[in-house]
């Protein structure tokens, strides 16, 4: 979905490891020159990677909080099983807690979490699952209260259908061969470098089990808003001005029920960390200085 400008970490951005209950999980990870005033732990969406946030990072950390964005299971460079029953949304919200407990930040650091996409889907499942208290606030990116639109539900059952009968690479080609690499967002050309042999690399190493699981999820996906709002933490909805994934009348709506404060990226689409990493970052640090207040 989102189009990274590359996959090599700018200065102050270290892939790491990181080493949780539930496995090991890819990260980039950017930390403060100076006082830390938190900690955000972002999720990427389907077909994406920890890399969709790389020019984010650095904006984050000079504004004060360690960013970490991270790979889930079967995802880009995090390792997963071929249980399908491994990729069910509880078992990745789960994930998500094992990965805030090993964060290993100072005791009492305020730990905000992100989603875009279906990381948003995935990081609201945590949120219900987290004792109180676990996450300071909990922001959907481009993230919508249940199942996507219907052109995207067909996009994705057409991917699911195609992968659970041929091979990644086989699947990479037919993507190609109906898709032109800036179109083909569901499909998995999220760029890096712009190049296609570096956006081939991402998408073979996916695990096709993931992508089907998740795939499917993205269609059925039921709306939870009003368990989340529910939910004592505060909230934010950010988008870009267009979004043919959930539609931005919608977003606004979702926001509306949920009492979340409410961000509209100007001159970005589906990926607002990626079509306007500035501004983007902007309305993230301002929103998590008011929690602190």
């Known amino acids: 979905m989102s189009r990274p400008p590359t996959f090599t970490p700018p200065p102050g951005v270290v892939a790491r490891p990181l080493v949780t209950s539930r496995g090991t999980f890819a990260t980039l990870d950017a930390a403060p020159a100076g006082q830390l005033k938190g900690t955000a732990l972002l999720l990427p969406g389907f077909t994406g990677s920890k890399e969709d946030f790389i020019v984010l990072l650095p904006l984050l950390a000079a504004a004060g909080y360690r960013a970490v964005a991270v790979d889930g299971r079967g995802q880009y460079e ?173 977003l606004d709506d979702m926001a509306r029920r949920l009492g979340a404060h409410r961000t509209v990226v100007t001159g970005a689409e589906h990926s607002p960390n990626t079509d306007r990493p500035e501004a983007t970052a902007t309305a993230l640090v301002a929103f998590w200085d008011r929690t602190r207040r």
């Open 78 to 250: 995090s390792e997963g099983p071929d249980d399908p029953a491994a990729y069910a949304m509880e078992e990745l919200g789960r994930d998500v807690l094992a990965q805030a407990a090993a964060l290993g930040d100072p005791p009492g650091t305020p730990l905000h979490l992100l989603g875009h996409s279906l990381g948003g889907l995935v990081s609201r499942t945590a949120v219900l699952l987290a004792p109180a208290g676990t996450f300071a606030s909990l922001t959907l990116m481009s993230s919508g209260p249940g199942r996507v639109a219907p052109a995207q539900r067909t996009r994705a059952t057409l991917l699911t259908d195609a992968l659970a009968a041929h091979s990644m690479a086989a699947v990479w080609e037919m993507m190609r061969a109906v898709q032109p690499p800036e179109d083909a967002d569901m499909a998995g050309a999220d760029g890096a470098d712009g190049t296609d042999g570096a956006l081939r690399a991402r998408w073979l190493r996916n695990n096709p089990v993931q992508l089907i699981v998740t795939g499917r999820q993205l269609c059925v996906e039921p709306d939870r808003v009003d368990e989340l709002a529910a939910v004592d933490i505060p909230r934010h909805v950010v988008s870009g001005e267009r979004d043919d994934t959930w539609p931005v009348p919608l």
